[in-house]
């Protein structure tokens, strides 16, 4: 008769292959041409993953973490049914591991750029908490809470967390977050300041394609907000119809975003649209 012991290794050797055939099943289908629908993808709860790698929580955050990037196609055509499984594998990775840090950063460079605010601030938030040495999720998170909610107390709340934890960096959180008390923040430009940056720092093709489809989608808004400017300027009033840039010839066509999210007026301002995706709801 084998010993228990004997067996502990092949119940993680199937365990894992359980795990690794789970990732398969689940994989985009290769072909000639690509389909013109992407399906949604399966994601396993945390407990379940949990199971399949033994109980290493680690492990199962890894693997998952790496199927977000790895399925993740980014197709304009797609963006409710990526974001949507996006969303839900991130959330997964986060209540294994809510220190990992490539969920936090990816989460936030893609979801929350990607119109779903909400949610990557949510991974943010969870990294804020368990990385408590770690200054980048608070600057993340304050940065997003000025830019995407305007809401400058809670962005210099967030960069005064930063600031405590950071060595090198603490005078200029602090800076910043005086230049948002005082108004002196150029939203539009430090936000793609901020993006060019995150792209610059990685080496990754696919994630650099990514970025670059919000560095533009970014711009597009630049450039509403840059039109109504002049219109306003040029006539004296505020801008009540996004038409009237058309119609006066300040803009000659609405700009494309790439993710095919769009944009809003709202409030007399243009702004990033979020994505609303039925039958998510937010825990």
């Keep these: 008769m084998m010993d228990s012991r004997n ?19 689940t994989r985009p289908s290769v072909s000639a041409a690509p389909p013109a629908e992407v399906f949604d993808r399966v994601v ?32 304009p055509e797609a ?3 990526n974001a949507s499984f996006a969303i839900r594998a991130r959330r997964v990775v ?5 220190c990992h840090e490539d969920n ?19 991974l943010l938030k969870r990294a804020t908490d368990c990385r408590f040495w770690d200054e980048v999720p608070p600057f993340f998170y304050g940065f997003n809470q000025y830019f995407f909610l305007h809401d400058v107390d809670g962005a210099r709340a967030a960069l005064e967390t930063a ?10 959180f602090r800076k910043f977050a005086i230049m948002l008390a005082a ?12 993006l060019q940056r995150e792209r610059a720092q990685t080496n990754d093709p696919k994630l650099q ?29 505020a801008l009540a119809d996004p038409q009237a840039l058309i119609d006066s010839g300040e803009l000659d066509a609405f700009p494309d975003d790439p993710l095919r999210i769009g944009y809003e007026f709202a409030e007399g301002r243009f702004r990033l649209r979020e994505l609303k995706i039925a039958g998510l709801e937010r825990p």
């Design 7 to 25: 067996l502990a290794p092949l119940a993680v050797a199937v365990a894992g292959f359980g795990l690794f055939a789970a990732i398969w099943a």
């Design 44 to 75: 396993l709860s945390a407990p379940v993953q949990l199971l399949l790698t033994g109980g290493d929580r680690f492990l199962a955050a890894n693997f998952e973490s790496i199927r977000a990037v790895a399925t993740a196609s980014d197709a």
């Design 79 to 81: 963006a409710e049914a």
């Design 94 to 98: 986060a209540q294994l591991n809510p």
């Design 104 to 122: 936090y950063y990816q989460g936030n460079a893609l979801l929350t750029w990607g119109g779903a605010v909400a949610e990557g601030n949510d």
């Design 163 to 172: 600031a405590e934890r950071a060595t090198d960096n603490a005078a200029g």
């Design 183 to 194: 108004g002196e923040l150029k939203d539009d430009s430090a936000a793609l300041e901020f």
């Design 209 to 237: 394609g990514m970025l670059d489809k919000r560095i533009a989608r970014l711009q597009g808004l630049m450039a509403l907000r840059a039109a109504q400017q002049r219109y306003e300027a040029r006539f004296g009033q």
